[in-house]
């Protein structure tokens, strides 16, 4: 378990955050979000990916700003056994993160990421002025290809 925890589902009576027996449950009761403010949404959103990785953390950050709800499902592609079968169908070069909204697939962190600040409410997350939102969208390109 990451010492960040996961914020969606914590569960203090059995010690369990995602769905995972968690030792440190305690210690990660004030890193827990209070959810009573997420949007709701009938359809589930679901983070496939490894909870340390930069690029699931991209995707968390982003639907931490638009409170919205989500479930962290760990897929770590770097495990002794190789990348587990089934998250081939999620994303076809076995990375992370995949997500999923309801029956709605998608992967690729700038993907992911754009979907999310077009789908839900909340502040925007891009620049709107298609000259600035270029500009930022060649430095994070720069910075994710080069840096």
């Not at 990660?28 to 496939?48: C, G, I, Q």
């Not at 081939?88 to 992967?107: D, I, M, N």
């Not at 979907?115 to 994710?144: H, S, W």
Request: proline share 4%; with cysteine.
């Amino acid at each position: 378990m990451s010492q960040f925890g996961h914020e969606a589902t914590f569960d203090t009576s059995a010690n369990v955050v995602n769905n995972h027996r968690c030792a440190d449950a305690e210690r990660l009761r004030p890193l827990m979000r209070d959810w009573s403010d997420a949007v709701t949404t009938t359809e589930a959103v679901t983070l496939y990916g490894a909870a340390w990785s930069v690029y699931v953390r991209i995707v968390r950050l982003a639907l931490e700003e638009k409170h919205v709800k989500y479930d962290l499902v760990e897929v770590d592609v770097f495990s002794k056994t190789g990348v587990p079968e089934d998250h081939f169908t999620r994303h076809p070069f076995s990375r992370v993160p995949a997500f999923e909204h309801g029956s709605f697939p998608l992967y690729d962190t700038n993907a992911i990421v754009r979907y999310i600040d077009d789908a839900f409410l909340g502040c925007k997350l891009q620049l709107t002025e298609p000259k600035a939102r270029a500009k930022v969208n060649q430095i994070v390109g720069i910075m994710d290809a080069y840096a």
